[in-house]
């Protein structure tokens, strides 16, 4: 166990509608990060949060977006659900330090969009 | 544009045979890398990484990966495997430079183990 939380487990969504989702980093840690992870590829990069700002994004449109909070726990908003926003949605943990960046993965939140 | 490439997809062994899962990268400059586990149903969990130093690194699980900077390529092995390696491995990199702290990850190699 990592200490890093996400809640729900399992969503359905239709086409259009929209999801938030939350993660709980580990204690101590001040950075989030979220992938997406489609069925049998890598997890992708979606975007990292430090200190309550946007600290970098991947190759996701602007329907994706985040929130990271004063605890340092994080959502993930997705507008405009498209069929191929099925996958499951990683959360990552970590301390902001470029010698020791190493990022602690919760559960996952498995999407699926109908 | 920087990628992680796992030439093994799928991975089939008897048990206590020898392991290793490629791993290359593309990117120039100073990295990070990591190997991921994802046991069935379970969460990625880490297995060892590399920031500097020595090249050969030791993780869990009796699992250690190579660093060959000409090569671009950080690859795992295990000396003898066991049925509870049955897994999913993915091979990541961070650019240490790249002003984020995002992963690039590769596609994944499944390794099933014959008991």
């Known amino acids: 166990e990592t200490g890093v939380t996400q809640s729900p487990t399992h969503l359905i969504k239709t086409r259009g509608q929209q999801v938030t989702l939350r993660c709980s980093s580990q204690s101590g840690h001040n950075t989030v990060s979220w992938y997406q992870q489609a069925l049998g590829q890598g997890p992708q990069f979606i975007f990292q949060y430090y200190r309550e700002e946007e600290n970098g994004r991947g190759n996701f449109p602007p329907r994706f977006s985040g929130l990271q909070f004063p605890n340092y726990s994080s959502e993930l908003n997705v507008n405009a659900l498209e069929l191929d926003d099925s996958a499951l949605y990683l959360c990552a943990s970590s301390v902001e330090d470029l010698l020791l960046s190493t990022q602690y993965f919760g559960p996952g939140t498995r999407l699926t969009v109908l | ?115």
């Open chain 2, 1 to 115: 544009a920087q990628s992680v490439s796992q030439h093994n997809h799928h991975v089939i062994l008897s048990e206590a045979a020898s392991l290793e899962l490629g791993c290359n990268y593309s990117y120039g400059g100073t990295v990070n890398l990591f190997w991921y586990v994802q046991y069935p149903g379970q969460h990625l969990q880490l297995l060892l990484k590399y920031f500097s130093g020595d090249p050969l690194v030791k993780g869990i699980k009796g699992f250690e990966a190579e660093f060959i900077k000409s090569k671009f390529s950080f690859n795992l092995r295990k000396p003898s495997v066991q049925w509870s390696d049955t897994a999913e491995y993915f091979c990541a990199v961070n650019p240490s430079t790249s002003g984020t702290y995002k992963y690039i990850f590769g596609t994944g190699t499944r390794l099933k183990v014959l008991a």
